[in-house]
């Protein structure tokens, strides 16, 4: 048995005699001196460094200052321990202005920290009146024309700019160019949102890419999610018949005066070289047809035609708050090879989401075809039928003259290109792959001694960068590529632990709400392209309760639970009406434990079926639960009395439908014992006989996992809440399907859809639904960060951190690294023998237990404040 040896904490901070707090990041709405903010009242948030360990906040003091650095509030020095999101409250603040501000706190060893820097953000426009810009549209534009259209515009400035703001947006995706340069560095912009009620703006700062003298400003559309098809249906034109452009340069010169350049019947249009675009099908570009210099001073546009200007609302104009996609990592060649079709592929060694650049010379006229696929086939052939009816190809029209191409208004999920029309030797260096997703500054970091969960962090990494593309989408490749709301849960506080991922999702939230339906109904998808007469699926449409509370859980803002309080209570009620003795929708159908195991032979009843039903009414139970939570954090009392009572019932409703008077339940799946405990469906007195079930089916399966989606992200949790990391830590090591590591020993380089999406023998599960990039499955991060490595919030926001890891699985090391938002938080522990040694780092503000493991589940429990820790201790067992 083990014993403890020793037990030795070194505190690695040294004590300097003028060790100060300092503020070593300033974010204004979660951005750091971001420009375009349409909130009338900000929050300002800070992260806090010292040199004195146990540092906790005691008072701030905010100063704010307008553009001629004019003091115009003061908070004053306010006795607090909170640094996120500190609402402005000063007088009002003007549309299109730039301010100042700065922090400085003072901390409960007394002393008061310098001034952080000055730091600075820019108001958006705060009416719809500030909007002078009409939409512009090129009338040509409409029914089957799939040409993309250009407008310029030219205008001449002699006096000194001080300033040059550009407010941008589009019906359909744009790029905006000024003097011939690129305005700003994003992609698929205006984004992905529930575009008739919320529309994003766009807002650069282009001061030093105006000239003196004549100037053009161009920009270019493609059909995008607002008018191109969208829906496995499918549908088009969902959002509009035509595409459209506004935009507003406002000027300041330095004599004080000010000019407004803006989209109106001025402007000029025509058709260039993009002949197509579309998200799914890709996009065609005939160089031949290239206007060349089009967005710069000297092109010739006498023969471009006027603009038609059209009279849309203006009330659904916003910021834009979540990062914009912009492109990272770019791939070379890994492999070119020849398949046994005579196929000539490239293999860039990773599937990934974004489009290939290709540098090429041929003959005039030539067309040259990339298509994107995401595995090989058994024969080791280019396999596309899983991407369904989505076209995915890019189609490029030779000049003669060295060409070069890169798509502008799709992507593609894929690893390999096959090139067709190539004349002679492909060169790998002229056939880059640039890898496109929202910017997400990445906060997080899991590793360990096991190469194959190392793997498997990466995969999932690379699972959340290929569909955070503005939106949270379901997969990236297929004729699909939606908001899928039950994925979007199950992965949502992995994503967290990997990026910093508040602003995104709270776009998306505001999306949600918008797209529910009148009778409380979530959509399954968001933003919601599909038809209205659906119903509210169990799983899917609790991401409406599900993410606002964890993504308070993990941000600690507040303002997600007021945004979205209404969104949650409505879906709750919704659920509620349509309950008979409260128990939910017991006519209608979900999407259930979606993808559980179901083997192709099932004769002896193997598959894990869970009831529908009964999943149903624990998620019932679940959104209830949070409901309440948010309630409570929001004082709303009599909230929190009625649905407490209704919480009751519905488990008292669960039990007398769906568990015997033992505590066993109608389906004997692992699905059906890990939501009824995650849940605490059970009467305490009957949750260690359902732990027990719970394992022994998971042994009856050979230690495999069966859930789906909807138990996949809870089982280990639950494993390790009811005392059993020893069975979870089997599951997440199983090599053999169905497990996570299988497509890793495959050679999966993401996460796949199913569990065997390709199989041993290289054969494909089935062509309809077989993404191999779908992050769900990747839920288990999560449980990596949190249980192996050990490092969760105790409350909101990791105001107060729990350190704990759990030894096991063979693992001699684990760490992993969380910027919270009060700072870094580490936890790593590493084996030797019987030494362990365990690596902790707590930032200040906060507070921390952490539990010293001695072996066999048993901790030594140590509460600290900030700072930097070393443990060793013997572990025998
Ligand atoms: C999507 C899923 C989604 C599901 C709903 C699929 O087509 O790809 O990830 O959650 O439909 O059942």
Not at 59 to 85: H, L, P, R
Not at 674 to 680: G, P, R
Not at 862 to 873: L, P
Request: contains cysteine; proline residues 3%; glycine residues 8%.
């Amino acid at each position: 048995m083990k014993k403890i040896l020793c037990i030795t904490i070194i505190l690695l901070l040294c004590i300097g005699i003028n060790a100060k707090t300092t503020i070593i990041q300033q974010s204004v709405e979660g951005l750091i001196n971001p420009i375009g903010i349409d909130e009338k009242k900000p929050g300002f948030s800070w992260i806090l460094k010292s040199t004195k360990q146990n540092t906790l906040q005691s008072a701030y003091e905010i100063q704010i200052f307008d553009c001629t650095k004019k003091k115009i509030w003061n908070s004053g020095k306010v006795t607090s321990s909170t640094s996120i999101n500190i609402q402005y409250a000063g007088p009002e603040l003007h549309s299109n202005s730039i301010y100042y501000w700065k922090v400085r706190v003072w901390d409960n060893h007394g002393e008061c920290s310098s001034w952080g820097s000055m730091n600075q953000w820019r108001m958006g426009f705060l009416s719809q009146s500030d909007w002078k810009a009409k939409w512009i549209e090129n009338e040509q534009v409409k029914g089957k024309e799939t040409r993309s259209p250009y407008f310029r515009k030219s205008f001449v400035q002699n006096k000194k700019v001080v300033s040059a703001i550009a407010y941008i947006t589009s019906h359909g995706l744009y790029e905006a160019f000024l003097n011939g340069e690129k305005v700003g560095d994003a992609y698929l912009t205006p984004g992905f949102t529930s575009y008739n009620k919320r529309l994003q703006y766009q807002v650069y700062n282009v001061t030093n890419m105006i000239h003196k003298g004549k100037n053009v400003f161009g920009i270019v559309l493609g059909n995008g999610w607002y008018r191109g098809t969208i829906n496995w249906e499918p549908r088009k034109m969902v959002y509009g018949q035509n595409m459209g452009a506004l935009c507003q340069i406002e000027i300041t010169y330095e004599d004080g005066s000010k000019e407004s350049i803006i989209s109106d019947n001025s402007w000029k249009t025509s058709f260039g070289a993009i002949q197509y675009a579309e998200i799914y099908n890709g996009e065609t570009i005939d160089a031949n047809k290239e206007l060349i210099g089009w967005n710069t001073p000297s092109y010739d546009d006498s023969n471009w035609k006027s603009v038609s200007v059209a009279n849309y609302a203006m009330n659904n104009l916003i910021g834009t708050y979540n990062q914009k996609v912009k492109k990272h990592e770019v791939f070379i060649s890994h492999k070119v090879i020849t398949t046994p079709k005579g196929e000539k592929v490239i293999d860039y060694g990773q599937n990934l989401v974004g489009f290939e650049k290709v540098k090429i010379k041929g003959n005039k006229g030539d067309t040259i075809r990339i298509y994107h696929a995401e595995v090989l086939d058994k024969e080791g052939n280019f396999y596309t039928e899983n991407l369904r009816s989505a076209k995915a190809t890019s189609t490029y029209i030779l000049t003669g003259n060295e060409d070069v191409f890169e798509p502008h208004f799709t992507f593609y999920g894929f690893r390999y290109i096959k090139i067709e029309g190539i004349k002679g030797e492909i060169i790998p260096e002229d056939f880059t792959a640039t890898a496109i997703y929202s910017d997400m500054p990445k906060n997080g970091s899991f590793t360990s001694s096991n190469p194959l969960i190392n793997q498997l962090q990466s995969n999932i990494e690379w699972g959340q960068k290929g569909n955070f593309l503005d939106i949270p989408t379901d997969c990236p490749q297929r004729n699909e590529r939606l908001g899928w709301t039950g994925d979007a849960h199950a992965f949502f506080r992995t994503a967290t632990f990997n990026r910093d991922v508040r602003n995104f999702f709270k776009k998306w939230l505001k999306d949600l709400a918008v797209d529910q339906l009148p009778d409380g109904c979530v959509p399954w998808v968001i933003p919601h392209t599909l038809r209205d007469d659906q119903v509210g699926s169990s799983g899917w449409g609790d991401v409406a309760t599900i993410i606002p509370w964890q993504l308070y859980m993990a941000y600690g803002d507040v303002g997600v639970l007021n945004n979205q309080y209404d969104s949650m209570k409505a879906w709750v009620d919704y659920m509620n009406r349509n309950s008979k003795n409260n128990l939910w929708n017991t006519k209608k159908d979900h999407f259930g434990d979606w993808l559980f195991y179901r083997p192709d032979d099932d004769k002896d009843g193997i598959a894990a079926i869970t009831d529908k039903q009964m999943i149903a009414q624990c998620f019932f139970a679940h959104s209830t639960q949070l409901l309440i939570n948010a309630a409570q954090i929001l004082n709303k009392k009599e909230d929190v009395k009625t649905y407490s009572e209704l919480l009751s019932k519905i488990k008292e409703a669960y039990w007398n439908e769906y568990m015997t008077a033992n505590g066993c339940l109608v389906s004997n799946t692992q699905t059906a014992y890990v939501l009824a405990l995650q849940f605490d469906m059970l009467p305490e007195n009957l949750r260690q006989q359902a732990v027990g079930r719970l394992v022994q089916n998971i042994e009856k399966y050979n230690n495999h996992i069966t859930t789906g989606f909807l138990g996949t992200s809870y089982i280990c949790h639950v494993l390790s809440r009811f005392g059993r990391t020893d069975v979870a830590y089997k599951l997440l090591l199983q090599e053999t399907y169905p497990s996570w590591l299988y497509p890793v020993k495959q050679g999966a380089t993401t996460i796949w859809e199913r569990w065997d999406g390709q199989k041993p023998d290289g054969s494909f599960q089935t062509a309809e639904m077989n993404s191999f990039n779908h992050y769900a499955y990747g839920a288990i991060g999560d449980w990596m960060y949190r249980i192996c490595a050990g490092l969760t919030e105790a409350t909101p926001g990791f105001k107060e951190i729990v350190i704990k890891p759990h030894l096991g699985g063979g693992f001699t090391y684990m760490s992993a690294s969380e910027m919270t938002p009060y700072g870094e938080c580490t936890s790593a522990w590493r084996l030797k023998g019987n030494q362990l040694e365990m690596d902790v780092e707590i930032p200040v503000n906060t507070t921390a237990t952490i539990y010293i493991p001695n072996g066999n589940e048993n901790y030594k429990k140590v509460e600290v404040g900030s700072g930097k820790y070393h443990f060793t201790n013997n572990i025998n067992n």
